[in-house]
């Protein structure tokens, strides 16, 4: 058995090492990449391509002082691969003109990409009016890159969807108040949040009341300065009864995905696993919740909970 063994290693390595002879270099060179873990590679295609296929620009509403502000970011085509010698120019069109209006609600600051010769990248300005944005509603665009003077225009990332979105600024004082939050499709009675501050919580979001289990409910969240909501603590307690009188306490666990998503209602969501862990029981999985401060609002609701007592989790 171990002579076999032995002429098989040695076939495996004399196939191995003529596949690689045959299809070393050639193959490399054939690719459609003019790079290879950081190395030109002669004769291969540098492809033209946006740096992502969606780009979201959020703009205030008005700024610090109150006065409204227009805005102005960057959009980016980058060469994949080696950079050329010659300048290269790209040319793109407007597919989508059924969301945000060109010269009306933004203008761009050219009609082409020019990346300099032996350069990655170029970028045009996209300029925004707020006068004409509607507030809280997302206003989109489609870019296509066309043609380009050199290289050829990637297959993957050659759109752009870009979402122009007008909201308030972020104000901490604005989510101290009731909460309508919604299950299954209904909302249900109002939770209270209160802000507090602690060691553990700089911008603290206290939650109390009717967001799971019953009016004794409870957990702590911190509001970042970007927008972002989390749990530093990580897994929480959030009712401390003995939950249907035999299940325990009740615990969210794997609080993630927080974040404002409107800064002048406002509204925030996160996702959080509800577990029984004193009895290794659970609900099923995460839930996404949502809390608007605004009842009335025309949010659709992303909150929901399974109907009946929790099973058994076989995490557990």
């Not at 296509?144 to 759109?159: H, Q, R, Y």
């Not at 409870?218 to 603590?233: A, C, F, N």
Request: hydrophobic share 40%.
């Amino acid at each position: 058995m171990k002579k076999y063994s032995a002429i098989l290693s040695v076939l495996f390595a004399v196939l191995f090492f003529t596949s690689c002879e045959k299809y070393g270099l050639q193959d490399i060179a054939n690719r459609p990449y003019a790079t290879l873990e950081g190395s030109s590679v002669d004769g291969a295609v540098t492809r033209v391509r946006f740096e992502s296929t969606d780009k979201l620009i959020s703009m205030p509403a008005l700024d610090e002082n109150g006065v409204p502000q227009d805005y102005s970011t960057t959009l980016s085509a980058n060469l994949f691969g080696a950079p050329l010698t010659s300048d290269v120019t790209v040319n793109f069109e407007i597919v989508d003109t059924t969301g945000a209006k060109l010269g009306q609600e933004f203008t761009l600051s050219a009609t082409q990409f020019v990346i300099p010769a032996g350069e990655l990248s170029a970028s045009i300005d996209i300029n925004v009016n707020n006068a004409e944005m509607p507030l809280d509603s997302v206003a989109p665009f489609l870019l296509k890159l066309t043609a380009a003077s050199a290289g050829e225009i990637d297959t993957f990332f050659n759109v752009n969807q870009v979402r122009l979105y007008k909201n308030c600024l972020l104000d901490y004082t604005k989510f101290a108040g009731n909460y309508s939050n919604f299950i299954d499709g209904a909302a249900n009675a109002a939770s209270i949040v209160e802000l507090f501050d602690d060691d553990d919580y700089s911008q603290g979001l206290l939650i109390m009341q009717n967001f799971w289990y019953d009016d004794q409910d409870s957990m702590r969240l911190e509001l970042k300065d970007d927008g972002t909501i989390v749990s530093p603590l990580g897994n929480q307690f959030i009712n401390n009864q003995n939950a249907y009188g035999a299940y325990g306490r009740i615990m969210f666990e794997d609080i993630t995905g927080g974040m404002v998503t409107n800064n002048c209602t406002p509204i925030f969501v996160f996702t959080a696993t509800p577990t029984l862990p004193d009895s290794g029981y659970w609900w099923g999985g995460p839930f996404d919740f949502m809390f608007i401060k605004d009842s009335k609002g025309h949010v659709s609701v992303k909150i929901s909970r399974p109907i009946g007592k929790p099973v058994k989790d076989p995490r557990r």
